[in-house]
Nanobody, 126 residues
Framework: QVQLVESGGGLVQAGDSLRLSCAASGRTVSSYAMGWFRQAPGKEREIVAAISWRGGNTYYADSVKGRFTISRDNDKNTVYLQMNSLKPEDTAVYYC???????????????????WGQGTQVTVSS
């Protein structure tokens, strides 16, 4: 069983930056594809970014491309999401997710990921 714990969320102003962390425990996630998702009130959970097991392949939603960067440190069993130039529309609960069935990114929807964190709130004021 894998436990994921997100941290780093908060209240910031438009244009600011935040770095989210996702610490895994219980089992190493070094061979798993990992993803960051977000869910705003009244909206479906959507993928933000994903990364392959060694970090060589990444995916970004169009809405965050060029502003967000996903990375991982397998020695620390941790995945990161660096968020720059934040916008009010980035406001959401951000979730970390693990796909133990794939080393490379194979899913761009929430149903493709098995393990989830509890989420961390990101609020961007204008």
């Amino acid at each position: 069983q894998v436990q994921l714990v997100e941290s780093g969320g908060g209240l910031v102003q438009a244009g600011d930056s935040l770095r989210l962390s996702c610490a895994a425990s219980g089992r190493t996630v070094s061979s798993y594809a990992m993803g960051w998702f977000r869910q705003a009130p009244g909206k479906e959970r959507e993928i933000v970014a994903a990364i392959s097991w060694r970090g060589g392949n990444t995916y970004y939603a169009d809405s965050v491309k060029g502003r967000f960067t996903i990375s991982r440190d397998n020695d620390k069993n941790t995945v990161y999401l660096q968020m720059n130039s934040l916008k009010p529309e980035d406001t959401a609960v951000y979730y970390c997710a693990a796909d133990p069935s794939r080393r490379y990114i194979g899913s761009y929807t929430a149903t493709g990921y098995e393990y989830w964190g509890q989420g961390t709130q990101v609020t961007v004021s204008s």
